[in-house]
């Protein structure tokens, strides 16, 4: 068996890690200080959603 290469369909970047650094590196400062500030405030019930929200929002960029 060996090993396959990875396309992804049209040829662009490959998908955004759904991570806290990785979200923040694919932000613009002025939203990436605005990610960490909402990150910071959210209790551990609203991280996740937190996260996916900003994610969506980078993955779009």
């Known amino acids: 068996m ?3 290469p990875v396309h992804h369909g049209d040829g ?5 890690p759904r991570t806290q650094n990785a979200v923040a590196a694919a ?5 990436r200080m605005e990610f960490y500030r909402e990150m ?3 209790d551990e019930t ?6 996916r929200r900003w994610w969506l929002g980078a993955a779009t960029r």
């Open 40 to 42: 910071g405030e959210a």
């Open 46 to 51: 609203e991280l996740l959603g937190v996260l």
């Open 2 to 4: 060996s090993a396959q």
């Open 27 to 31: 932000l613009p400062p002025a939203d």
């Open 12 to 16: 662009g970047p490959p998908p955004l």
